[in-house]
């Protein structure tokens, strides 16, 4: 009896041991949940709770880290599905970055735990108004209203989501559509600091520079991102259709200073074709296009071609003197004056231009004065036996004896005939009528004239050898 009682009195012991040994171990093992995870969780950088979670979050919303704010937020919740201003945060966050369903989600969650709570009904207004704005802005785009879209990302969007990067490139695609390439630039460049390999925000960069015609900086901008994608459509276009570009001005030019003339007008007008938009380049293809064709003697294409130089930039005084030179070839003098009278305005020491234009004055003079070639009909080579020929024709054909019915039409044909053969007769006179210079005050450019029937009691003889054909007249005399 006595050793079963000293058997259970031992066994109890142990067994009170034992309990006590499970009881230290429970204890060590809660304080290294309760005192170890969150020593450990810090060490890892993540906040154990909502409230320091929130509070990460807010400091990351301060310097727009909006992405690593929005992991905080999403875990807070987790954490703690009642923590309403997460919900707000969340919400305003997603609004700014325009995730406007999200967004919405996200307010309407928060004002299910706080009702009737007027801050979060107005922001969630501002979202619909953001919505509908941007909306609206892409509709206007597809009609070509750029002005009123550009209103609306403005004044709408971009003021109640600042950070929307779908209205901020939509922006750089209406300032390109509205040929505001410098801002185009610079809203671009803004994007490209936030997010350096954003692939529209290089392509709509280097559209802009392109159309600047700064090819070099364009080319850069393509490049960068076709590293980046290799296959992106629109940049892999935009990179060799600029390619293809410069290969084709550089052969016009080239052919051109050559002397290959016709195959430089054609690959000018080839280059032209590729891109009528490219006014900051094409004002050079057709400048070069026009001087080709003024060394063609084509002046109708080539007043066409340097039109278009000048209808790009009016102040290109290189494209007036062409197009007036280009005026010369047609014949149309007082056009020809005035391009080259306004080249020498705006560049009064060019001795070239004054000397073009000196030229131009003349061809002008001698347009207005009688051309005497033309009353006899023939041509400016014609020898003096068939300017002869020619003017006994036409003296028999209009002497006022032979034209009783139409005496006065007569007279006046008969006097202009005479006036031509006493200047086309005479070598000396012809070779100074032919140079453009005055020959008799009055005479030559048909104000008062040669007249045979004038007044003074003047009488003229007009011998011709032979007499007139068919007998009579073998000389006459008024």
Known sequence: ????????????VALRGFVFSIFILNFVFSCQILLLQPLVAALDGQPSDAAALFERASQSIKVKKYSEALDDLNAAIETDPGLSEAYRHRA??????????????????????????SAAEKELSQLFQAQSALDSAKTLFDSGDFTKALEYIDKVVLVFSPACSNAKLLKARLLLAAKDYSSAISETGYILKEDEDNLEALLLRGRAYYYLADHDVAIRHYQKGLRLDPEHGELKKAYFGLKNLLKKSKSAEDNASKGKLRLAVEEYKTALALDPDHIAHNVHLHLGLCKVLVKLARGKEAVTSCSGALEIDEELVEALVQRGEAKLLVEDWEGAVADLKSAAEKSPQDVNIREALARAERSLKLSKRKDYYKILGVSKTAPMSEIKRAYKKLALQWHPDKNADNRAEAEAKFQEIAAAYEILGDEEKRTKYD?????DEGMG??????????????????????????????????
Do not use: A, V
């Open 1 to 12: 009896m006595d050793m079963l009682m000293k058997f259970w009195g031992l066994d109890l």
């Open 92 to 117: 305003s966050i997603l609004r700014q970055l325009c995730r406007y369903g999200e967004s919405e989600k996200s307010y309407k969650k928060f004002l299910e735990i706080n009702p009737r709570n």
């Open 445 to 478: 450019m048909g104000g008062g004239g040669f007249n045979p029937f004038g007044g003074g009691g003047q009488q003229y003889t007009f011998h011709f050898e032979g007499g007139f054909p068919g007998g009579g007249f073998g000389g006459f005399q008024f």
């Open 435 to 439: 140079s453009g210079e005055d020959i």
